[in-house]
């Protein structure tokens, strides 16, 4: 007897692609930048990201493939600085949200060392189709 999985159910056709998407969630399990996501109305979420000492030109926000990709890169500093002790994280990161559909971006905006990233899910309109049968 095989295991039946979500993508292999016959009753949910075009649902392969939902594990997928699971599996992409899974990947990049990094804990930087630290991170919170927040529910802001019935159909509003915010995503919020630790990113002090970030500039606005260090950080990038794409959508890839219904993925919310978010990355920082800070400019190397001048080669002239001594460190005599370095505890601040300037490295580099990458994190990436999976968004389901209907999810959009509404914004980002940096305060404080804060990357506030809101999101709004829209209802899509209800439409009912007749098909027709045509005889072979």
Request: hydrophobic residues 45%; aromatic residues 6%.
């Amino acid at each position: 007897m095989t295991k039946m999985t979500l993508g292999t159910h016959p009753y949910l056709l075009g649902f392969d692609q939902l594990e997928r998407l699971a599996e992409r969630a899974a990947k990049g399990a990094d804990a930087y930048p630290p991170y919170n996501i927040e529910q802001s109305g019935a159909d509003g979420f915010r995503i919020t990201l630790a990113v002090a000492g970030f500039a606005e030109a260090d950080l990038s926000l794409t959508i890839e493939d219904r993925q919310l990709i978010i990355r920082g890169r800070q400019s190397e500093a001048a080669e002239d600085r001594v460190f005599l002790h370095r505890g601040i994280a300037a490295r580099a990161f990458q994190r990436s949200f999976v968004l389901a559909e209907g999810i959009e971006v509404e914004g980002a905006a940096l305060e404080n060392g804060l990357l506030h990233v809101d999101l709004r899910r829209i209802t899509p309109q209800s439409v009912v189709r007749t098909i027709p049968i045509s005889r072979t």
